[in-house]
């Protein structure tokens, strides 16, 4: 039986992944998947880029998705920000939305700028086994990273001797693979693989660009974001989520700082910048390794046309 396809489109923040796959999915009868880890989670809209600045874009946020210029946006707002989601979560959520999607005989466009949720979904990476355990991750979502740790240390040594003791999701999951390890004496950690492999191939659209345009590009949002809206936004999750670790993450923790008058504001400025250019160095590090992607230049004026052009010319669409 002859596979469907899944079109990937990748790149760095501001690269222009969204609005690309928007214009596509228009021409082609599309829907699209955002794969990016901190876009789950809802409230949190103007720090992660789901809400476009300057735009023409009419939105609807439904309970399931969005919808974007009459194009069925999925996951956007799948959990709150004080609420435990894996990639694991991510891919059965993904599953469901193919799955559907697909019967719909929808062109679909995985879309986004984490490489690990892309890698769990396409079958580029294995993820644990174990299934996630409700009762246990409401037990540790008030315990503090250093609590986690420590769970984590009295259950596995090993485990924590590897891990990033900041990283609130990972020590959860860690824990959750931990305990169903200690509790089933019989328990093997296997590692699955994505399903999707056996029924869709991805097709890969990479998006590329200098160094200095990816900055100029991130560096213009973030001060159009911090002009319009940022600051309050913040600041009405700190009242809502005061200990949620996702303001310890990119773009917010320097807003945070500044609103607890530990840095001035030119300064959290500068630090959000600094830390976004570390992101787009690390999110092309990672995607250095799809050596199966068409690949294209957005200073190329006709780079749209030339990613139409491929996909009309070489799959049914």
């Given at each position: 039986?002859?596979?469907?396809?899944?079109?990937?489109?990748?790149?760095?923040?501001?690269?222009?992944?969204?609005?690309?796959?928007?214009?596509?999915?228009?021409?082609?009868?599309?829907?699209?998947?955002?794969?990016?880890?901190?876009?789950?989670?809802?409230?949190?809209n103007?720090?992660?880029?789901?809400?476009?600045?300057?735009?023409?874009?009419?939105?609807?946020?439904?309970?399931?998705?969005?919808?974007?210029?009459?194009?069925?946006?999925?996951?956007?707002?799948?959990?709150?920000?004080n609420?435990?989601?894996?990639?694991?979560?991510?891919?059965?959520?993904?599953?469901?939305v193919?799955?559907?999607?697909?019967?719909?005989?929808?062109?679909?466009?995985?879309?986004?700028?984490?490489?690990?949720?892309i890698?769990?979904?396409?079958?580029?990476s294995?993820?644990?086994?174990?299934?996630?355990?409700?009762?246990?991750r409401?037990?540790?979502?008030?315990?503090?990273?250093n609590?986690?740790?420590?769970?984590?240390?009295?259950?596995?040594?090993?485990?924590a001797?590897n891990?990033d003791?900041?990283?609130?999701?990972?020590?959860?999951?860690?824990?959750?693979?931990?305990?169903?390890?200690?509790?089933?004496?019989?328990?093997?950690?296997?590692?699955?693989?994505?399903?999707?492999?056996?029924?869709?191939?991805?097709?890969?659209?990479?998006?590329?660009?200098?160094?200095?345009?990816?900055?100029?590009?991130?560096?213009?949002w973030?001060?159009?974001?911090?002009?319009?809206?940022?600051l309050?936004e913040?600041?009405?999750?700190?009242?809502?989520?005061?200990?949620?670790?996702?303001?310890?993450?990119?773009?917010?923790r320097?807003?945070?700082?500044f609103?607890?008058?530990?840095?001035?504001?030119?300064?959290?400025?500068?630090?959000s910048?600094?830390?976004?250019?570390?992101?787009?160095?690390r999110?092309?590090?990672?995607f250095?390794?799809?050596?199966?992607?068409?690949?294209?230049?957005?200073?190329?004026?006709?780079?749209?046309?030339?990613?139409l052009?491929?996909?009309?010319?070489?799959y049914?669409?």
């Amino acid at each position: 039986m002859k596979k469907a396809n899944i079109f990937v489109i990748f790149g760095p923040t501001s690269s222009g992944k969204t609005s690309l796959a928007i214009k596509l999915s228009k021409k082609l009868n599309g829907i699209i998947i955002s794969a990016d880890s901190r876009q789950v989670y809802k409230e949190m809209n103007i720090g992660t880029g789901k809400v476009p600045i300057k735009s023409n874009y009419d939105i609807q946020k439904l309970e399931y998705k969005w919808v974007i210029n009459d194009i069925d946006l999925y996951g956007y707002d799948l959990v709150f920000p004080n609420e435990y989601f894996s990639a694991y979560d991510f891919y059965n959520y993904v599953n469901d939305v193919i799955e559907v999607e697909h019967k719909k005989e929808k062109n679909i466009f995985l879309v986004g700028g984490t490489g690990f949720y892309i890698d769990v979904v396409t079958g580029k990476s294995s993820m644990s086994g174990i299934k996630p355990n409700p009762e246990l991750r409401k037990q540790l979502e008030n315990k503090t990273t250093n609590e986690l740790f420590e769970i984590l240390n009295r259950l596995n040594k090993k485990m924590a001797s590897n891990i990033d003791k900041e990283n609130r999701n990972r020590l959860i999951r860690a824990i959750e693979i931990a305990s169903t390890f200690n509790n089933a004496k019989s328990y093997k950690n296997e590692q699955i693989s994505s399903e999707l492999t056996k029924y869709f191939d991805f097709i890969y659209l990479g998006l590329t660009a200098n160094r200095e345009t990816l900055y100029n590009r991130v560096d213009g949002w973030l001060d159009e974001i911090w002009k319009n809206g940022l600051l309050d936004e913040t600041k009405y999750l700190l009242a809502k989520y005061k200990n949620s670790d996702k303001l310890n993450g990119l773009v917010y923790r320097s807003v945070v700082e500044f609103l607890n008058n530990n840095i001035k504001e030119e300064e959290a400025i500068q630090k959000s910048k600094y830390d976004l250019h570390h992101y787009i160095r690390r999110q092309e590090t990672w995607f250095k390794r799809y050596s199966d992607a068409n690949l294209f230049a957005i200073e190329d004026k006709k780079y749209y046309e030339k990613i139409l052009n491929l996909l009309q010319s070489n799959y049914q669409l």
